[in-house]
């Protein structure tokens, strides 16, 4: 019998991110941090950084000059009950650009306050599919909000895959600012369905309180 290879012990996470889900995968001999709706995560390390989109999207960025850089997985809030989907998703509410600033300058503040700096960032954006039938537009809703908002701020966008009616499993290299997507056309949808509409009922209930700031 072939002995397992030996583990690398990892490198202790930035600060603030020690919750987050890592592991070593085998497969591509790296550190792995597995992210889930609402949660981001930032590395200096040769790590990757994967997630499954539905109608989320994600957004990984980086300091292409200094290596360090992370992703972000988020869904804008809808109005009314989430229970009752339908009607709902042209019916934003103003926090839920409130929310998508905080998912997206939280990323950015955090690779700015440990080394990265603006002039040098690289961004590439995924998701936005229609998986939920009733919400139609939540996907669209969530393009429509990152791309102004990455316009707004002066990023330039080097690559993107949104939209279309497939979940999408990205896989990100910060380091490298390599990219592998892969959609999961075969996939029965009814995990990724369930999971994003908790995670809508989550945010409706608790809406993101307080103003942040991008950092200069």
């Excluded at 990892?10 to 941090?33: H, P």
């Excluded at 409130?98 to 300058?105: C, S």
């Excluded at 896989?171 to 996939?187: A, C, F, Q, T």
């Amino acid at each position: 019998m072939t002995a397992l290879a030996e583990v690398p012990k990892m490198e202790k996470t930035l600060a603030g991110f020690e919750q987050v889900n890592r592991y070593w995968d085998r497969r591509s001999n790296v550190v792995a941090a597995k992210i889930l709706p609402g949660e981001y995560y930032v590395t200096r390390s040769d790590e990757m950084i994967t997630t499954v989109l539905g109608s989320c999207v994600a957004a990984c960025i980086r300091d292409r000059v200094f290596g360090i850089g992370g992703m972000n997985h988020f869904m804008l809030p809808i109005h009314d009950d989430p229970s009752s989907f339908a009607g709902n998703s042209n019916r934003i509410l103003s926090s839920a650009t409130r929310y998508g600033n905080y998912a997206m300058e939280h990323l950015i503040n955090t690779i700015l306050t440990n080394g990265g700096h603006r002039k040098n960032l690289e961004v590439k954006v995924f998701g936005g599919g229609r998986i939920i039938s009733e919400l139609t537009d939540v996907g669209r809703k969530n393009i429509e909000f990152v791309c102004s908002y990455l316009e707004t701020e002066g990023f330039q966008v080097t690559a993107k895959d949104l939209g279309g009616d497939s979940p999408r499993k990205v896989v990100y290299y910060p380091k490298s600012g390599r990219v592998l997507m892969k959609k999961l056309r075969s996939l029965h949808n009814d995990t990724i369905v369930q999971r994003e509409r908790r995670y809508l009922h989550e945010i409706d209930e608790q809406p993101v309180v307080g103003e942040i700031e991008l950092f200069t």
